[in-house]
């Protein structure tokens, strides 16, 4: 779930909001070396990108392309998205006729771009499947999300316990909440059918 259950308007916010989960997760939580972005793409590396791409004879996936401009390559948790000069790196796990630009460490599961005609394929074990870079990055989104609300929970949960709360309380008060809100929903119903 999204923090606040409030998807990503575009891609830009996405990886804005990405980088803000990973740096609380080790601010505020202790996770070490969660996550690390590298500076976005410099004028000259987008000349490069371009020089590259003309070789190639197509583009890059766009949101491939918005990521390093973003951030230049990353390490997210256990995957790392390669950076502009690391792309199409010699890899066991993909034919090559693919360009690598994914990886997570000792598991064989890579996301690359076909030569043949630039779209992204996710391998594993060897098994290609079609694979779509902003839903896989939007899911790491939700997977950094949610690893944030799980942390505020134990926190919060912590601290109601060191302030002498039980869980039988907290769930008594969530029970009192839910009948209250649906009561006023049922109310709130029974008002636009005009009372009955």
Known sequence: ??????????LQECFERMKKACETL???????????????LTEK???????????LGFKLPEAY????????????????????????????????????IT?????????????????IYMFWEGIKED???????MSLLEKCEDEVNDCKYEKEREERRKAGITEE???AALEALIEEKYRKMQEKLKKQNGGQ
Do not use: H, T
């Open 1 to 10: 779930m999204f923090m606040n259950d409030e998807k990503p308007k575009d």
């Open 65 to 100: 392309r918005e990521f390093l401009k973003f951030s230049n390559g990353a390490i997210i948790d256990e995957l790392k998205i390669y950076e502009l000069d690391m792309i199409g790196m010699p890899d066991d796990y993909v034919p090559d006729d693919f360009l690598p």
């Open 26 to 40: 080790e601010n505020e939580y202790g996770y070490s070396k969660y996550a690390k972005f590298n500076p976005p």
């Open 45 to 55: 590396e987008i000349q490069d990108l371009e020089e590259y791409e003309s070789r």
């Open 169 to 171: 309380q907290e769930n």
């Open 103 to 119: 990886s997570i460490e000792g598991v064989p599961e890579r996301m690359a771009i076909s030569m043949e005609d630039g779209n």
């Open 131 to 137: 694979c779509d870079f902003e839903y896989e990055i």
